[in-house]
């Protein structure tokens, strides 16, 4: 509890801090007649930000290939209901092979120009979840490993086949038994020397690959997973390329698949069940980057000799997914709430004294300005920070993976979850409006709601978080260097209390605390033989190993954006720095008062500061409703307008309602 000078100051801010009640706006008519703010930023200034890269390619996606027929909303929406789930399919196949055709994306972009090809996938994200979907498990996660695990040789064979789409593929690393735990899987891949061939069996029930994309239908080879076995030794799990189809997509023999069926969502791909009975393949498709086997001998060769750190370099070769889902989580966060936004700009209710005269905004409501624009400022924050680790994704060296790991495993958590949060927040807010599908949200509900654990489980990489915090610490430790807690100098205004730098101040403490913390704990459950081991002493501690992982992830968000807001930092067009700067303050304020618990219980605030927060993010949620600004970020977003299909995303939405026949049809 601060003292009684403490509270005279608090008292001083907050009379500082008060300002005039905010009146309602009249409704918004339409995005061409929004009057600029202090906040303006010039045309495609924050698109090109939050893009990061390839921004013309992306515009070209958008304009020239997207808002062809077969990508039309209208289509798509039809297509459901009157030929069901096998309808939606056909058409997600029909749009991938358009891609194809028209040469969007080729898996050697995936090593040769990493940037670029996740450029097209993000923009198919905006377009169509299934379709994004279905071609990055043939691009990226069957493509790209066999890119980053295989040959010169082998890229050879196989990239002409899967950039021309002769060769659909699929990834079959999950199995029924096992998903996060990829050392455990059981499928098998035994090398029988006489013949030079590796035999891939699925042992039992529990070891067939599931929810494969691609395998039920379409895919002709897939980049399986499975325990590499010689003359009875086990050297690990390694990946090998399997056929799976014929030309005419007849399974071959002793490949069975079968179909996960309806979902809820995705349904435009065609996710199956994958099982071997000794399915002989040639050496040549083990995928021998890390690893391979002499032929005749059977000698087992890698130029990583511990398997654990071979095994880790495998896998860490795959996380350009991970950075393609925190990118995507960010996008499907950004579309809901543009609609949502200038829904409640536009949609009128209720007088503004309560009883007559015109209908005011519902975005006049506080309630409603809380609800929207504290996620608008952290997907704004998050897709930043989502640039950085393109940056370091792009530039990856064997030195550098583990930050890359690291970084990717806590934004791809951070980005999927808040975007499970953001969309359902946008589908309150508007109303029955957004239950429909037709109006967007409901359908990037759906069909993004997988992301938060395929990919790797949000929990799960959470804790990998935090293991690298730890190594980290205690190699810090050991030379005496531990990075302790520092309670920052108390502020002594508003100003000082609410900007960034002390904010990143407390950010900083926490972070450092919980480590700290964790430590002490950790140590603490094993002296008391509450727990035997290291293992079950973490396990004893989940609660604070998530604390310590989203707190770090936190850190990075403001730490990003505090070098974009930079004076020397080129990145950010001058224009747009106030904008940023004030939903990072926003952001920054709405995740400290979540955490307030922790904040107040650490000495760091008093009860009166936190009554300041909560005032400051009333009041920057009203300067951004005052201003606009909300409605200038989301239109600076950079979608182009005939993919935004939502008619309350329109001004003129009520006539688009009473004048729509059916919306199963354009």
Same mark, same amino acid.
């Given at each position: 509890?601060?003292?009684?000078?403490?509270?005279?100051?608090?008292?001083?801010?907050?009379?500082?801090?008060?300002?005039?009640?905010?009146?309602?706006?009249?409704?918004?008519?339409?995005?061409?007649?929004?009057?600029?703010?202090?906040?303006?930023?010039?045309?495609?200034?924050?698109?090109?930000?939050?893009?990061?890269?390839?921004?013309?390619?992306?515009?070209?996606?958008?304009?020239?290939?997207?808002?062809?027929?077969?990508?039309?909303?209208?289509?798509?929406?039809?297509?459901?209901?009157?030929?069901?789930?096998?309808?939606?399919?056909?058409?997600?196949?029909?749009?991938?092979?358009?891609?194809?055709?028209?040469?969007?994306?080729?898996?050697?972009?995936?090593?040769?120009?990493?940037?670029?090809?996740?450029?097209?996938?993000?923009?198919?994200?905006?377009?169509?979840?299934?379709?994004?979907?279905?071609?990055?498990?043939?691009?990226?996660?069957?493509?790209?490993?066999?890119?980053?695990?295989?040959?010169?040789?082998?890229?050879?064979?196989?990239?002409?086949?899967?950039?021309? $789409?002769? %060769?659909?593929?699929?990834? /079959?690393?999950? *199995?029924?038994?096992? @998903?996060?735990? #990829?050392?455990? +899987?059981?499928?098998?891949?035994?090398?029988?020397?006489?013949?030079?061939?590796?035999?891939?069996?699925?042992?039992?029930?529990?070891?067939?690959?599931?929810?494969?994309?691609?395998?039920?239908?379409?895919?002709?080879?897939?980049?399986?997973?499975?325990?590499?076995?010689?003359?009875?030794?086990?050297?690990?799990?390694?990946?090998?390329?399997?056929?799976?189809?014929?030309?005419?997509?007849?399974?071959?023999?002793?490949?069975?698949?079968?179909?996960?069926?309806?979902?809820?969502?995705?349904?435009?791909?065609?996710?199956?069940?994958?099982?071997?009975?000794?399915?002989?393949?040639?050496? $040549?498709? %083990?995928?021998?980057?890390? /690893?391979?086997? *002499?032929?005749?001998? @059977?000698?087992? #060769?890698?130029? +990583?000799?511990?398997?654990?750190?071979?095994?880790?370099?495998?896998?860490?070769?795959?996380?350009?997914?991970?950075?393609?889902?925190?990118?995507?989580?960010?996008?499907?966060?950004?579309?809901?709430?543009?609609?949502?936004?200038?829904?409640?700009?536009?949609?009128?209710?209720?007088?503004?004294?309560?009883?007559?005269?015109?209908?005011?905004?519902?975005?006049?409501?506080?309630?409603?300005?809380?609800?929207?624009?504290?996620?608008?400022?952290?997907?704004?924050?998050?897709?930043?920070?989502?640039?950085?680790?393109?940056?370091?994704?792009?530039?990856?060296?064997?030195?550098?993976?583990?930050?890359?790991?690291?970084?990717?495993?806590?934004?791809?958590?951070?980005?999927?979850?808040?975007?499970?949060?953001?969309?359902?927040?946008?589908?309150?807010?508007?109303?029955?409006?957004?239950?429909?599908?037709?109006?967007?949200?409901?359908?990037?509900?759906?069909?993004?709601?997988?992301?938060?654990?395929?990919?790797?489980?949000?929990?799960?990489?959470?804790?990998?978080?935090?293991?690298?915090?730890?190594?980290?610490?205690?190699?810090?430790?050991?030379?005496?260097?531990?990075?302790?807690?520092?309670?920052?100098?108390?502020?002594?205004?508003?100003?000082?209390?609410?900007?960034?730098?002390?904010?990143?101040?407390?950010?900083?403490?926490?972070?450092?605390?919980?480590?700290?913390?964790?430590?002490?704990?950790?140590?603490?459950?094993?002296?008391?033989?509450?727990?035997?081991?290291?293992?079950?002493?973490?396990?004893?501690?989940?609660?604070?190993?998530?604390?310590?992982?989203?707190?770090?992830?936190?850190?990075?968000?403001?730490?990003?954006?505090?070098?974009?807001?930079?004076?020397?930092?080129?990145?950010?067009?001058?224009?747009?720095?106030?904008?940023?700067?004030?939903?990072?303050?926003?952001?920054?304020?709405?995740?400290?008062?979540?955490?307030?618990?922790?904040?107040?219980?650490?000495?760091?605030?008093?009860?009166?500061?936190?009554?300041?927060?909560?005032?400051?993010?009333?009041?920057?949620?009203?300067?951004?409703?005052?201003?606009?600004?909300?409605?200038?970020?989301?239109?600076?977003?950079?979608?182009?307008?005939?993919?935004?299909?939502?008619?309350?995303?329109?001004?003129?939405?009520?006539?688009?309602?009473?004048?729509?026949?059916?919306?199963?049809?354009?």
């Amino acid at each position: 509890m601060p003292d009684n000078a403490a509270a005279r100051r608090i008292e001083s801010i907050s009379s500082q801090l008060a300002k005039t009640e905010i009146s309602g706006l009249p409704a918004y008519d339409g995005e061409g007649s929004v009057e600029k703010s202090k906040y303006a930023f010039n045309e495609n200034a924050l698109a090109d930000l939050l893009d990061h890269d390839n921004q013309e390619l992306r515009r070209e996606f958008q304009s020239h290939h997207f808002t062809k027929p077969l990508f039309s909303s209208g289509l798509l929406r039809k297509t459901i209901a009157d030929k069901g789930l096998h309808g939606h399919r056909d058409l997600t196949l029909e749009r991938v092979k358009y891609a194809v055709q028209n040469k969007m994306i080729s898996v050697r972009d995936y090593l040769a120009d990493p940037l670029k090809f996740q450029a097209f996938l993000e923009t198919a994200g905006i377009v169509d979840s299934s379709f994004a979907i279905k071609a990055g498990v043939h691009f990226t996660l069957c493509g790209g490993t066999i890119m980053s695990l295989g040959t010169p040789e082998q890229h050879d064979v196989w990239a002409p086949k899967l950039d021309d $789409f002769t %060769l659909p593929g699929c990834f /079959a690393m999950t *199995e029924l038994g096992h @998903g996060s735990n #990829v050392l455990g +899987i059981e499928t098998t891949a035994t090398f029988d020397k006489s013949t030079n061939e590796f035999i891939i069996n699925t042992p039992h029930e529990a070891a067939q690959k599931s929810w494969i994309g691609g395998a039920a239908l379409h895919a002709r080879i897939t980049t399986c997973f499975a325990q590499l076995v010689i003359d009875g030794v086990n050297y690990g799990v390694h990946a090998f390329v399997v056929p799976l189809r014929n030309e005419k997509d007849q399974l071959l023999p002793g490949v069975f698949a079968a179909d996960n069926g309806l979902k809820l969502g995705l349904n435009g791909v065609d996710n199956g069940r994958l099982w071997f009975k000794h399915v002989r393949v040639p050496l $040549f498709n %083990l995928l021998a980057k890390y /690893a391979t086997v *002499e032929a005749k001998t @059977g000698k087992y #060769v890698s130029p +990583i000799a511990d398997p654990a750190v071979r095994f880790a370099t495998m896998l860490g070769a795959l996380v350009g997914g991970r950075v393609l889902l925190a990118t995507g989580g960010c996008v499907a966060s950004q579309l809901g709430l543009l609609v949502a936004i200038r829904y409640a700009f536009n949609r009128t209710q209720f007088p503004a004294d309560g009883q007559s005269g015109a209908e005011v905004s519902i975005m006049s409501y506080l309630s409603h300005q809380r609800k929207l624009f504290p996620a608008l400022a952290t997907t704004v924050i998050t897709r930043l920070s989502v640039g950085h680790l393109k940056n370091l994704f792009a530039a990856r060296t064997p030195e550098t993976m583990k930050q890359v790991h690291v970084l990717a495993a806590g934004l791809k958590a951070y980005s999927t979850w808040h975007r499970g949060e953001t969309l359902r927040v946008c589908r309150e807010a508007c109303g029955g409006q957004g239950f429909a599908y037709h109006n967007m949200i409901a359908p990037l509900m759906l069909d993004n709601d997988i992301d938060t654990t395929f990919e790797g489980d949000n929990t799960v990489l959470l804790l990998q978080v935090t293991k690298a915090i730890l190594n980290d610490f205690r190699k810090a430790a050991k030379s005496g260097n531990a990075p302790l807690p520092e309670t920052p100098d108390e502020p002594t205004s508003p100003r000082d209390l609410t900007s960034l730098p002390y904010l990143r101040a407390l950010y900083t403490y926490r972070l450092r605390d919980l480590v700290v913390t964790l430590v002490a704990e950790l140590q603490r459950t094993v002296k008391s033989k509450r727990a035997r081991t290291f293992t079950e002493a973490w396990n004893q501690n989940l609660d604070l190993v998530t604390s310590v992982a989203v707190a770090h992830v936190e850190q990075v968000l403001l730490d990003r954006v505090d070098e974009i807001l930079n004076a020397s930092n080129t990145e950010a067009d001058p224009s747009v720095r106030p904008a940023i700067q004030l939903l990072a303050r926003l952001h920054a304020l709405d995740r400290l008062e979540r955490d307030m618990g922790y904040f107040v219980s650490a000495g760091l605030l008093g009860p009166e500061e936190r009554q300041l927060v909560r005032r400051e993010i009333n009041n920057i949620c009203g300067e951004m409703y005052q201003s606009r600004m909300a409605l200038e970020v989301v239109n600076g977003f950079g979608f182009d307008e005939r993919l935004i299909y939502a008619p309350i995303a329109k001004a003129n939405y009520v006539a688009l309602h009473a004048n729509q026949a059916s919306f199963l049809v354009e």
